[in-house]
Each structure stands twice: as structure tokens, then as C-alpha cells.
């Protein structure tokens, strides 16, 4: 099989070709890498589908111990979002050494006594490496019966491809960080005038961005949500001036908490919010316990909720609702507690 042109890497999927005169016309500050990486994985995807004999093909990220889907063509087999155990992947033997091309798995010594195997008769994989020269995912294929005698997959083809993608992700990455640092500086204009932490429209430029991070490179976000305890009493019982006060030492003591890929914004009027990158949903537990802990130090009595985004499965919107939920159970325990107490 000749290796792919453009032309038929585009034709695989048309909704996403667009012409050399309408990516002239998109001005730098407007370029997204997670986007473009997202086009040129579903480019790659649906071409080794309409052109291998292997039902599904996947570009998927692996990380703390997880290889999640991100970008799949979908027929029988794999979904986006979906999870498996890195060690007891077929991709994880492959990275080891094992074959790239699995003709049947329920035969094939480095591979038979994965159960997954049970599910996936032939399979096909390359690592990707990310921008720093280590391994970012796989690019992989399989379906549920072995290959018949007659049937191959292009070896080459698919390291070429994975080749070409880890050259794409490395341009994607370069974009996406001279962008965000100009993103950061706009959201960063977008202060609240009261605590100098992030408004709502400046939160929304960051939350905005790392979705596309999410969906286009599965990297993982988490966010909380903080509630001030007791604000309104404050302010009817010794007024607006000492209300002001709390939410500013609040904002201090979120802020002074952050490490430097974490944001503080200022969501509404007793509430603040916190973007938190590279923290999954196993860590967030860890990672956000750092802000209670500020709070409480500062002498602030507040209830915080925590979720992650998750590629496939959990937007950031969603998350936030999740957090925010989160946080309002444990100011109703809280509240129950000192009632208690107060009894």
C-alpha cells in the first residue's frame, strides 16, 4: 500500500479539509494546536479505517498509569473516553517490544494472555512521542476477529503515520504555549476590581482554552469550587466593609495557594473559583487540599468542591456543576455540623 497524500488523508474525512486560502486567511492569534491536532488525528483515524481491514483506529494519551481514547473512529470496538489499565494494554506490550502487527491475539505469545484478548483478535500499533521526546499515546487499531490469510496492514504505513502525528503534536504543543501565554496575559486584564483575581470573563477565556486542551490532547484539568461561609451575616451584622474584607483575604489566601499552573477567579460575589492543570481526578482529592487548608489558616470559613474534566466523558462545564454540587453538600454538613454543636 503507497503511504497517504493529503489529499487522500482529507478525503477520508472532508467536513475537516479546509483549503490553503482559508488557513492564510486565519490570523496567528486565532490558531488553536489542540484543534489542529484534534483535524489531523481524525484525518489519520479515518483514513487507516477506510483503508485497513481493522475496524477501529484510535489515537489515544496515556498517563498515571491510563491509556484513555481520544480520538477514535468508531465501528465495533473502541469509544472515546474510554479507559483501560496502561500495563494490561495490548499497546503497553507493543511499547515493550511486542509486535506492531497482532494477525491474532488469541495465538500470538507476547499477547494471548491479555484479556484483552478475549475482545480483540488482531490489532495494530505505534507510539507517539510528545513535545519533549517521551511517549504522549499510541496510534492503534484493532477489531474482534483475527485477520483472514488474505488480509495485511501496512506496518510502514502505520509508523509513518504515528511518525507524522508526533511531528504534528510537537508544532500543536509550540502553538498552544506561545498562545496560552498570550491568553493568560488578556485573562489576567480581566481582574476583579476588588481582589485582583480573575473575573468571570477572564475565567471563561482560561476554561475556554483548556477544554480544547482536553478534547485535542486529553491533558487533564481539574477545578474547584470555594463558597464563603456566613458573608451575608458578616455584612448585615458589621457591614459592607468587612464583608469586603473577607472575600479579599480570601482571594490572598487562594491565590498565595496556587502552584503556577493553577488559576483564582472571582466567580460571583461570595464565590471563587480555581482552574487547576495537569491534576486528575485521582489527585485532585490531594491538590485541592491545599486551598482548604489556606483558607482555614487565613481564618476564612469556607466549603470547597473539587471535579475533573475527562476526555469522552466529562466536559468542563460539566465538571464545574459537579464541583459546585460537591461544594453544597459539604456546606449543608457543615452547617448541620455547627448546628449540632450549638445544641
Known sequence: ???????????????????????????????????????????????????????????????????????????????????????????????????????????????????????????????????????????????????LPEETVDEQLVRLLSELLSTQLDLSRRVDRERRQNALAEALAESDALTGVLNRRGWDRLVADAQERVDGFGDAVAVAVVDLDGLKSLNDRDGHAAGDELIRRAADALQNACTRSASVARYGGDEFVILANGVTRSGAATHFERFDRALSEAGVSASLGFAAAEPGRTTLDEAIDAADRMMYRRKRRSSRERASADY
Not at 503507497?2 to 475537516?16: D, E, F
Not at 465501528?75 to 496502561?86: A, H, K, P, S, T
Not at 511499547?95 to 478475549?118: F, N, P, W
Open 1 to 147: 500500500m503507497q503511504p497517504p497524500t493529503a489529499t487522500a488523508l482529507a478525503s477520508a474525512n472532508p467536513q475537516r479539509h479546509r483549503t490553503d486560502d482559508a488557513a492564510e486567511e486565519t490570523p496567528i492569534s486565532a490558531l488553536s494546536g489542540a484543534r489542529s491536532f484534534t483535524e489531523s488525528a481524525e484525518l489519520v483515524v479515518a483514513y487507516l479505517n477506510a483503508h485497513t481491514p481493522l475496524t477501529d483506529w484510535s489515537v489515544s494519551r496515556v498517563s498515571e498509569g491510563e491509556q484513555v481514547h481520544i480520538h477514535v473512529h468508531h465501528d465495533q470496538v473502541l469509544m472515546i473516553g474510554d479507559r483501560v489499565d496502561w500495563e494490561e494494554s495490548f499497546c503497553s506490550r507493543m511499547a515493550e517490544g511486542a509486535s506492531h502487527i497482532v494477525r491474532d491475539s488469541r495465538t500470538d505469545s507476547d499477547y494471548s494472555d491479555l484479556q484483552a484478548a478475549e475482545d480483540v483478535g488482531a490489532y495494530a500499533g505505534y507510539t507517539i512521542r510528545d513535545d519533549r521526546g517521551g511517549m504522549f499515546g499510541v496510534l492503534c487499531g484493532v477489531r474482534p476477529a483475527p485477520l
